[in-house]
């Protein structure tokens, strides 16, 4: 599956982005999908996974309340939906697709395939 991060960029704090994730390639393999962030010096970190299915959601504690993850079947894209955003929020964001189910969504090894990453910069 190959993916492309889009909607990074800067945005002064308590504003809101949105990232994309279009998805392309063997997507039916695709059971869960996740965003991760990553800053300089530091391992990747799970933000929010969703299962395919829209059934399940899973956040950072973090990103919960502030962030929202969601997929749009019909043009298999990821979103990643982020309001109030505060400075320790940037970073480079990276969407993530696994071929088994939302089991292990903060996980980088449980992910098959990645994204280039978009960067978000809060200031």
């Known amino acids: 599956v190959q993916l492309v991060e889009s909607g990074g960029g800067s945005v002064q704090a308590g504003g809101s982005l949105t990232l994309s994730c279009a998805a392309s390639?063997?997507?039916?393999?695709?059971?869960?999908m996740g965003w991760f962030r990553q800053v300089p010096g530091k391992e990747r970190e799970g933000v929010a996974g969703t299962s395919t299915a829209g059934t399940s959601t899973h956040y950072s504690d973090s990103a919960k309340g502030r962030f929202t993850i969601s997929r749009y079947n019909r043009n298999n894209t990821l979103y990643l939906q982020m309001n109030n955003l505060k400075p320790e929020d940037s970073g480079i964001y990276f969407c993530?697709?696994?071929?088994?189910?939302?089991?292990?969504?903060?996980?980088?090894?449980?992910?098959?395939?990645w994204g280039q990453g978009t960067q978000v910069t809060v200031s």
């Open positions: 390639g063997n997507t039916y393999s695709t059971n869960c």
């Open positions: 993530a697709a696994a071929k088994n189910p939302c089991t292990q969504v903060a996980r980088t090894d449980f992910y098959r395939d």
